[in-house]
């Protein structure tokens, strides 16, 4: 056996044994839930003596934000797909919401797939098994259940052995990553839902999703509770 053959018959292996290593090994704990941020204590003024007369500077105008601190007490979810590749999109959008909003609580999850497809993804891994060790000692398998001759795709396989187990192993990660990707982008503020790429078909833009959160934020009932 070549250098060439051992590489093949040993990528398969290796790859399955840390698909294993990943299927049983159990989630990361959930992070502790995050306190909302608490606007900065009332500090009462110090009363001046009388005839104190204060020196006023001139500096240039700042524009004011007309949000102030609208973003303390309110906590924005953005659930993505993580084998999606969506985490570089996500954290784009947290930034800029923490930056428009003072305060305001993000937090960044998974959106899993549905449970069927999750099921699938973990039977993929045993179908990959069986098909390479099928392919590997099929010759000494089909006798023990009572057939004499191997069917002629088995041949086939065996004609290209170290070919078929690498196609069997490519194809099989290829499924079960499909089968692991919700293609989800769920935005919620306070629990609401305010944009859903399941729904739209796209991504929010920056702009949009900053003017949807403040409509959310600056709603009557939001502004009141946060005081």
Not at 19 to 48: A, E, G, S
Not at 81 to 92: P, Y
């Amino acid at each position: 056996m070549d250098r060439a053959q051992l590489i093949l018959l040993g990528l398969p292996i290796f790859l399955f044994c840390s698909d294993l290593f990943n299927l049983f090994t159990p989630p990361p704990p959930k992070p502790p839930p995050h306190r909302p941020h608490q606007p900065p204590p009332h500090v009462p003024h110090q009363q001046r003596p009388a005839g104190f007369t204060p020196e006023t500077l001139d500096f240039p105008s700042q524009k004011q934000s007309g949000l102030g601190a609208v973003g303390y007490g309110n906590t924005v979810e953005i659930n993505f797909c993580v084998s999606c590749s969506f985490k570089g999109t996500a954290v784009t959008m947290k930034k800029m919401l923490e930056t428009e909003f003072p305060g305001l609580d993000v937090i960044l999850a998974n959106y899993p797939a549905p449970a069927p497809k999750r099921l699938l993804a973990k039977v993929v891994p045993v179908v990959q098994m069986g098909v390479i060790g099928m392919i590997v000692a099929g010759d000494r398998v089909f006798p023990l259940i009572g057939i004499a001759q191997p069917p002629a795709w088995f041949n086939s396989l065996r004609a290209n052995r170290f070919g078929s187990m690498a196609s069997t192993w490519l194809v099989g990660n290829f499924l079960q990553s499909y089968l692991q990707s919700s293609g989800a982008f769920e935005v919620l503020c306070n629990g609401e839902p305010v944009f859903s790429k399941l729904k739209e078909g796209r991504f929010p833009g920056e702009i949009e999703l900053r003017d949807l959160i403040s409509k959310k934020l600056t709603r009557p009932s939001i502004v009141s509770g946060s005081y």
